[in-house]
């Protein structure tokens, strides 16, 4: 049968550490412009959402998978989704757990909406702009969901920083064994794990650049962005970079 490139990056190694120093760079880098600037979360994220919204329709617009383009995309929402939950989380005074409620909401109700209209959530699926922008729109609202919940459970959690990565890590590496040992959900998996990484990048980030006495190494936030945006640059430029395949005219497998 015959087969056609995604428009998103093979799953890979590579991918999930390219995504995880996306993860900590959106935390460290969001946290850049709204405490560090002092601009606030509000026109933080009016910031970040205007190249988020470029970059997206950028990308369902490219007629094929351009590796620069779908990670400046994934790092825009990264940051976005940092300021965001702040937003919601702080300013609009839900709290963490509100926070976490409310967008694990709109998480699920977008897989929902996305499984409905398309059969399937799965990656290997976005080959047309109506399935990438359910993918964009999954993505974002993944990783401001991510933020709420890192912040949960090293702040009100009491898993402090270290604790939260921990926390977050052990249960990425549950879901590897699921996947090694295990018939569960391919498709599952990845949107469990994809979530997991964003928690795991702010506690991570947040570990990096808050102060001593609240339990961080209190590095500069923007030396620490542009150590990581260098990070993921020299990975993307040495690591194979390919798009996902889809069997084109095989029915797509459901989740």
Same mark, same amino acid.
Request: a positive charge; aromatic letters at 10%.
């Given at each position: ?49 205007? !190249? ?146 964003? !928690? ?21 936030? !923007? ?33």
């Amino acid at each position: 049968m015959g087969h056609t490139a995604t428009k998103v990056p093979a799953i890979t190694l590579g991918f999930w550490m390219i995504k995880i120093l996306a993860t900590t760079l959106g935390e460290t880098g969001g946290d850049t412009l709204s405490m560090t600037y002092d601009l606030g979360y509000l026109v933080s994220s009016f910031i970040f959402f205007v !190249p988020l919204a470029v970059l997206v329709l950028a990308q369902v617009r490219a007629t094929r998978f351009r590796p620069w383009l779908y990670w400046a995309t994934i790092v825009a929402s990264t940051t976005a989704g940092t300021t965001m939950a702040d937003l919601a989380t702080r300013s609009l005074g839900i709290g963490y757990p509100g926070g976490t409620l409310l967008l694990g909401a709109l998480v699920a109700g977008s897989l929902l909406v996305w499984k409905v209209v398309n059969g399937t959530v799965s990656v290997e699926t976005v080959v047309s702009a109506r399935t990438e922008v359910f993918y964009w729109l999954t993505i974002t609202f993944s990783q401001t969901l991510g933020t709420a919940l890192g912040d949960w459970a090293a702040d009100d959690g009491g898993f402090g920083y270290l604790g939260g990565a921990a926390l977050f890590g052990g249960l990425l590496l549950a879901v590897v064994a699921l996947w090694a040992f295990t018939r569960s959900s391919r498709v599952a998996l990845f949107w469990v794990a994809f979530v997991l990484t964003r !928690p795991l990048g702010a506690t991570v980030g947040d570990f990096l650049d808050k102060p001593l006495a609240k339990g961080g190494l209190d590095f500069s936030r !923007p030396l620490a962005t542009g150590v990581l945006v260098v990070g993921i640059v020299v990975l993307i430029a040495i690591l194979p970079q390919r798009a996902g395949r889809h069997p084109g005219s095989v029915a797509p497998a459901t989740s």
